[in-house]
T-cell receptor, first 117, second 115 residues
Framework: AQKITQTQPGMFVQEKEAVTLDCTYD???????LFWYKQPSSGEMIFLIY??????QNATEGRYSLNFQKARKSANLVISASQLGDSAMYFC??????????????FGTGTLLAVQP | EAQVTQNPRYLITVTGKKLTVTCSQN?????MSWYRQDPGLGLRQIYY???????DKGDVPEGYKVSRKEKRNFPLILESPSPNQTSLYFC??????????????FGPGTRLTVT
């Protein structure tokens, strides 16, 4: 069964340092997408970055990059030069692309990141 | 501005009193979905809709109903709410194209408390 695992319930990082948030996934589908969302204390879900299973290059969006290791089924989020505003809950999610039907996202349990000054 | 709106944002109600959480999107998206978020469980899909009059159950549909009479609206109905439905609810929408790097757009969330 498809599953997303985030093993770090909480993390601390010093301001301006880089941090890696771990995500592993389990799927038997060949075509899938991996997403990272940020949820600040205000509660909204903010899309950060996407990686398709057939993308050969790791995705990057500004200070966010996704370290995609397909053979290991991992999709870690790297935040460079952390800022205080990065303090939030981060969710890894997967969408399986079978059959062109549902666009369902399967979420991990999240990692709470605290950036310290 | 492209957006998904939900109402109400906060709701406290009592067991058994029927309620509806509305969701509307202005992006002409085919696909809409409801998720609930609970501590330690992440977000789980309740129901989804691929288009008007097409709905199906997600992973945790018990106690919920939905309808999709118009493309832009996808209300979530709790006929007889119970305390275990206390949660943060999100509506999401996206185009129904599955092989492109599109995101799902999330509403701001509705925090529901059932006493």
């Amino acid at each position: 069964a498809q599953k997303i695992t985030q093993t770090q319930p909480g993390m601390f990082v010093q301001e301006k340092e880089a941090v890696t948030l771990d995500c592993t996934y389990d799927t038997s589908d060949q075509s899938y997408g991996l997403f990272w969302y940020k949820q600040p204390s205000s509660g909204e879900m903010i899309f950060l970055i996407y990686q398709g299973s057939y993308d050969e290059q790791n995705a990057t969006e500004g200070r966010y990059s996704l370290n995609f290791q397909k053979a290991r089924k991992s999709a870690n989020l790297v935040i460079s030069a952390s800022q205080l505003g990065d303090s939030a809950m981060y969710f890894c999610a997967m969408r399986e692309d079978y059959g062109g039907a549902t666009n369902k996202l399967i979420f991990g349990t999240g990692t709470l990141l605290a950036v310290q000054p | 501005e492209a957006q998904v709106t939900q109402n109400p944002r906060y709701l406290i109600t009592v067991t058994g009193k029927k309620l509806t959480v509305t969701c509307s999107q202005n992006m002409n998206h085919e696909y809409m979905s409801w998720y609930r978020q609970d501590p330690g469980l992440g977000l789980r899909q309740i129901y989804y809709s691929m288009n008007v009059e097409v709905t199906d159950k997600g992973d945790v549909p018990e106690g919920y109903k939905v309808s999709r009479k118009e493309k832009r609206n996808f209300p979530l109905i709790l006929e007889s709410p119970s305390p275990n439905q206390t949660s943060l609810y999100f509506c999401a929408s996206s185009p129904a194209r599955y092989l492109t790097s599109y995101e799902q757009y999330f509403g701001p969330g509705t925090r529901l408390t059932v006493t």
